[in-house]
């Protein structure tokens, strides 16, 4: 499915970006916006944002944003998970 999205010309001249990066920007802004609010688990939010993991969560830490577990659930999702280096 794809969606399309109107946003007003001034926000979008507002928001001061190169129309290359502007597309990968909002994608991963809505990404994490989406993440952060419990609607994507961090898979999915990935995949939309169009990023490897590692990427995905240096950017919740740029952005200060909390994991909501902790480390001890952390290393258990990463030992399932495929494609991190322990597997």
């Known amino acids: 499915m794809t969606l399309t999205l109107e946003i007003p010309e001034s926000a979008l001249d507002a928001l001061n970006l190169p129309p290359d990066e502007l597309r990968t920007e909002l994608r991963i802004d809505v990404a994490v916006a989406l993440y ?35 480390e001890t659930e952390l290393q258990r999702e990463l030992a399932c998970d495929p494609f991190s280096e322990k597997s």
């Open 36 to 70: 952060v609010r419990g609607a994507l688990p961090i898979g999915q939010a990935m995949e939309f944002a169009g990023v490897i993991r590692r990427d995905f969560e240096g950017l919740l830490k740029e952005r200060q944003v909390r994991r909501p577990f902790d």
